[in-house]
T-cell receptor, first 113, second 114 residues
Framework: SQTIHQWPATLVQPVGSPLSLECTVE??????LYWYRQAAGRGLQLLFY??????ISSEVPQNLSASRPQDRQFILSSKKLLLSDSGFYLC????????????FGPGTRLTVL | AQKITQTQPGMFVQEKEAVTLDCTYD???????LFWYKQPSSGEMIFLIY??????QNATEGRYSLNFQKARKSANLVISASQLGDSAMYFC???????????FGDGTTLTVKP
């Protein structure tokens, strides 16, 4: 069966500090991978998605970046965090063989102070 | 471009009763999928049910069913026999069949009363 891991679960960072959130998927090959951000009580904002190693599409211009160094690893980064980067970050995967249903990880709560 | 509209920010239902959460969509894609997710207070997004645009029958998964009306572009979620554990935020989403990107609605917060 497939599982998706995200870490850390919670993170408190000062403004201007760097960020690295990691997501890994097990039990599937060549998945599409996604990073979303969710503000409190709001819907999901797609940040990045990837259809393969090294292939990243950015949906929203911002000071965040994403990388996919391995087939089942997706990393969200920032060189200098802003207050507005606070939120709940969710990683997800999908495969077309499963009708493109997205399956989500447990999420990371990021607070930038 | 795709759009999902969930017009009910919050809903209340009595325990053991049925509840319908509304979702309308707009797309120019000829083939697409519609999904519902549950997000409890823990934050994790839990996949509930899927409906393909060419599926002849409405999807069902246990107490969840999807009332799909293609001509009206609606994909309402029906939860039967509500339980206290159903209290959560519910998101409707869609994606083209051959592309992975999904569009999500703003969600509906469901509260089940004892």
């Amino acid at each position: 069966s497939q599982t998706i891991h995200q870490w850390p679960a919670t993170l408190v960072q000062p403004v201007g500090s760097p960020l690295s959130l990691e997501c890994t998927v097990e039990g599937t090959s060549n998945p599409n991978l996604y990073w979303y951000r969710q503000a409190a009580g709001r819907g999901l904002q797609l940040l990045f998605y990837s259809v393969g190693i090294g292939q990243i599409s950015s949906e929203v211009p911002q000071n965040l970046s994403a990388s996919r160094p391995q087939d089942r690893q997706f990393i969200l980064s920032s060189k200098k965090l802003l207050l507005s980067d606070s939120g709940f970050y969710l990683c997800a995967w999908s495969v077309l063989a499963r009708a493109a249903v997205q399956f989500f990880g447990p999420g990371t709560r990021l607070t930038v102070l | 471009a795709q759009k999902i509209t969930q017009t009910q920010p919050g809903m209340f239902v009595q325990e053991k009763e049925a509840v319908t959460l509304d979702c309308t969509y707009d797309t120019s894609d000829p083939s697409y999928g519609l999904f519902w997710y549950k997000q409890p207070s823990s934050g994790e997004m839990i996949f509930l049910i899927y409906q393909g645009s060419y599926d002849q029958q409405n999807a069902t998964e246990g107490r969840y069913s999807l009332n799909f009306q293609k001509a009206r572009k609606s994909a309402n979620l029906v939860i039967s026999a509500s339980q206290l554990g159903d209290s959560a935020m519910y998101f409707c989403a869609m994606s083209p069949t051959n592309a992975g990107k999904s569009t999500f609605g703003d969600g509906t917060t469901l509260t089940v009363k004892p």
